[in-house]
């Protein structure tokens, strides 16, 4: 996925680190996002799509 190609429900996160989010909605250059915190409190907030890359998923555990 490049920052042209994010859409709703993609999983990022901005410049590879932080939390995991999810693409709720991409208006032009703009993706609104959200995620959990540490505190299991839901967050929203609108990021540039250039800051954005997919998420780096972890892999399973043995």
Same mark, same amino acid.
């Given at each position: 996925?490049?920052?042209?190609?994010i *859409?709703?429900?993609?999983?990022?996160?901005?410049k590879?680190?932080?939390?995991?989010?999810?693409?709720?909605?991409?208006?032009?250059?703009?993706?609104?996002?959200?995620?959990?915190?540490?505190?299991?409190?839901?967050?929203?907030?609108?990021? *540039?799509?250039?800051?954005?890359?997919?998420? *780096?998923?972890?892999?399973p555990?043995?």
């Amino acid at each position: 996925m490049t920052t042209n190609e994010i *859409r709703p429900g993609d999983r990022v996160q901005y410049k590879g680190t932080g939390p995991v989010m999810i693409v709720l909605s991409v208006s032009q250059d703009l993706c609104y996002c959200t995620w959990g915190d540490d505190a299991s409190n839901l967050q929203h907030s609108t990021f *540039r799509k250039e800051n954005l890359v997919p998420a *780096r998923e972890d892999k399973p555990r043995d």
